[in-house]
C-alpha cells in the first residue's frame, strides 16, 4: 500500500512492499510444491454471503470463479427455520447474498460444470442462527433441491450446552438429544447421494478416555460426543473441526485424534481467516502449515477455512494472511493440485 503518494520517492514503494510481503510466501510453498497431487483430504471452505460483492449475472459472482482444489464449499448461513416458499425466493432464508435466488442457482451450476467433484452445501446454524428447535427441514431440503446444491452443512451451536461428567465419567449435555435429533432429521431427508457435513466445536471430543484431561476445559467440552457415538452421527460424511479460538493451550493436531476417535470419516482442521479473541495462535501461512503438517500420517485429514471473502484487518502479508494466500497455503500443504489457481 502507498500510504504517500505525493512523494517522489514513495511512487514504486507499494510494488517493492508486495514484493517483500509475498517473498516468504513464495519461498514456503516452493519448499513444500509436491511430486504429485494427494487426492483424497477434503479441503471446504466457508463461502460467507453477507460479504459477497453484487452481481447480476452468474459468470460475475465470486462463487462461479473458484478455484478446482476446494472439494466443498459451504455457502453461509441458513436459518434452521428457515421460511422458503419456494420460486428461488432467499429473502428469509438466512443467506445473505446481494442477488437474486435465480443467480446464485446459475452460479453454483457453473462452479459444478467447471469443477463436477466439488460439492456445494447449504450451511445451516452458525452462530447466530440457533433456532434448531424450529428446524424446517422440508423448507431446508426445496432449496437444495431448487438451488441444484448437492447437501448440508450442520453448523450446531448453543450458547449453553449443558455439558458435565457422569460418575462413570461420560460426557453427558443437555444439548444432546436435540444434536442427535437433527442430524438424523437432515440425514432421513437427504440421503446419499446428497452429502451431509457437520462442525464441531473446538473441545467437541474431549472430556473423555484418552482425552479426558485434555486443555483447554471449557463448557463445550465433550459437547459433540453423543451425536459422534450416535448412528446419525456416523453417517455423516465429513466433519470439520473449529480448531480455532480456542485459547493458548489448544492443541489442533490433539483435537483431530480425540475426534478420531470416535468419527472413522474424513475430518477438517478448520483455519480462521480473522483474529479470534480469545488469544489463541493467528493463522499465520507457517503455523496453518505447520499445522496441516502435524495431522498428515492421517490419509482422511484434511482442512475447513472460514471463511471465504473475508478480512483479517490491516496490510495482508505471511503474519497477517488474507483468504487467498491461505487458501493457497492450505491447498500446497495438503498436496491438493493446482494450488495457484487464482481466488476471486
Same mark, same amino acid.
Given at each position: 500500500?502507498?500510504?504517500?503518494?505525493?512523494?517522489?520517492?514513495?511512487?514504486?514503494?507499494?510494488?517493492?512492499?508486495?514484493?517483500?510481503?509475498?517473498?516468504?510466501?513464495?519461498?514456503?510453498?516452493?519448499?513444500?510444491?509436491?511430486?504429485?497431487?494427494?487426492?483424497?483430504?477434503?479441503?471446504?471452505?466457508?463461502?460467507?454471503?453477507?460479504?459477497?460483492?453484487?452481481?447480476?449475472?452468474?459468470?460475475?459472482?465470486?462463487?462461479?470463479?473458484?478455484?478446482?482444489?476446494?472439494?466443498?464449499?459451504? +455457502?453461509?448461513?441458513?436459518?434452521?427455520?428457515?421460511?422458503?416458499?419456494?420460486?428461488?425466493?432467499?429473502?428469509?432464508?438466512?443467506?445473505?447474498?446481494?442477488?437474486?435466488?435465480?443467480?446464485?442457482?446459475?452460479?453454483?451450476?457453473?462452479?459444478?460444470?467447471?469443477?463436477?467433484?466439488?460439492?456445494?452445501?447449504?450451511?445451516?446454524?452458525?452462530?447466530? !442462527?440457533?433456532?434448531?428447535?424450529?428446524?424446517?427441514?422440508?423448507?431446508?431440503?426445496?432449496?437444495?433441491?431448487?438451488?441444484?446444491?448437492?447437501?448440508?452443512?450442520?453448523?450446531?451451536?448453543?450458547?449453553?450446552?449443558?455439558?458435565?461428567?457422569?460418575?462413570?465419567?461420560?460426557?453427558?449435555?443437555?444439548?444432546?438429544?436435540?444434536?442427535?435429533?437433527?442430524?438424523?432429521?437432515?440425514?432421513?431427508?437427504?440421503?446419499?447421494?446428497?452429502?451431509?457435513?457437520?462442525?464441531?466445536?473446538?473441545?467437541?471430543? !474431549?472430556?473423555?478416555?484418552?482425552?479426558?484431561?485434555?486443555?483447554?476445559?471449557?463448557?463445550?467440552?465433550?459437547?459433540?460426543?453423543?451425536?459422534?457415538?450416535?448412528?446419525?452421527?456416523?453417517?455423516?460424511?465429513?466433519?470439520?473441526?473449529?480448531?480455532?479460538?480456542?485459547?493458548?493451550?489448544?492443541?489442533?493436531?490433539?483435537?483431530?485424534?480425540?475426534?478420531?476417535?470416535?468419527?472413522?470419516?474424513?475430518?477438517?482442521?478448520?483455519? &480462521?481467516? &480473522?483474529?479470534?479473541?480469545?488469544?489463541?495462535?493467528?493463522?499465520?501461512?507457517?503455523?496453518?502449515?505447520?499445522?496441516?503438517?502435524?495431522?498428515?500420517?492421517?490419509?482422511?485429514?484434511?482442512?475447513?477455512?472460514?471463511? +471465504?471473502?473475508?478480512?483479517?484487518?490491516?496490510?495482508?502479508?505471511?503474519?497477517?494472511?488474507?483468504?487467498?494466500?491461505?487458501?493457497?497455503?492450505?491447498?500446497?500443504?495438503?498436496?491438493?493440485?493446482?494450488?495457484?489457481?487464482?481466488?476471486?
Amino acid at each position: 500500500m502507498v500510504r504517500h503518494q505525493d512523494h517522489a520517492a514513495d511512487h514504486h514503494a507499494g510494488p517493492r512492499r508486495a514484493v517483500r510481503l509475498l517473498t516468504p510466501l513464495l519461498a514456503l510453498l516452493a519448499g513444500l510444491l509436491p511430486a504429485q497431487a494427494e487426492p483424497g483430504r477434503p479441503f471446504l471452505a466457508y463461502h460467507t454471503s453477507w460479504s459477497e460483492t453484487p452481481a447480476t449475472t452468474p459468470e460475475e459472482t465470486s462463487i462461479a470463479r473458484l478455484p478446482g482444489y476446494y472439494t466443498h464449499v459451504a +455457502l453461509s448461513f441458513v436459518k434452521p427455520d428457515l421460511v422458503y416458499p419456494g420460486g428461488l425466493d432467499l429473502s428469509a432464508t438466512g443467506l445473505q447474498y446481494p442477488y437474486s435466488g435465480a443467480v446464485l442457482k446459475d452460479a453454483i451450476a457453473l462452479l459444478k460444470a467447471r469443477h463436477p467433484a466439488m460439492r456445494v452445501l447449504l450451511s445451516v446454524g452458525g452462530s447466530t !442462527y440457533l433456532r434448531w428447535d424450529a428446524l424446517n427441514v422440508d423448507a431446508l431440503v426445496r432449496l437444495v433441491r431448487d438451488l441444484g446444491a448437492d447437501g448440508v452443512d450442520i453448523d450446531y451451536e448453543t450458547g449453553q450446552p449443558g455439558c458435565a461428567a457422569l460418575p462413570s465419567g461420560r460426557i453427558q449435555c443437555s444439548s444432546d438429544a436435540l444434536s442427535v435429533q437433527v442430524v438424523e432429521a437432515i440425514r432421513a431427508a437427504l440421503p446419499p447421494p446428497f452429502a451431509v457435513a457437520a462442525a464441531g466445536w473446538s473441545v467437541g471430543a !474431549y472430556g473423555e478416555g484418552n482425552f479426558v484431561s485434555a486443555r483447554p476445559r471449557s463448557p463445550w467440552t465433550g459437547s459433540m460426543l453423543a451425536m459422534l457415538r450416535s448412528p446419525a452421527g456416523q453417517s455423516l460424511d465429513l466433519v470439520t473441526i473449529m480448531s480455532y479460538d480456542a485459547g493458548p493451550s489448544y492443541r489442533p493436531d490433539e483435537a483431530l485424534r480425540a475426534y478420531r476417535a470416535y468419527y472413522k470419516g474424513p475430518l477438517a482442521l478448520g483455519i &480462521q481467516v &480473522q483474529p479470534g479473541t480469545s488469544g489463541g495462535p493467528r493463522f499465520t501461512l507457517d503455523y496453518t502449515v505447520r499445522m496441516l503438517r502435524s495431522v498428515e500420517s492421517d490419509p482422511q485429514a484434511g482442512a475447513m477455512l472460514y471463511g +471465504l471473502r473475508l478480512a483479517p484487518p490491516g496490510p495482508p502479508g505471511p503474519d497477517n494472511p488474507d483468504y487467498r494466500a491461505l487458501s493457497t497455503a492450505t491447498c500446497v500443504a495438503l498436496r491438493l493440485a493446482d494450488c495457484f489457481a487464482s481466488v476471486p
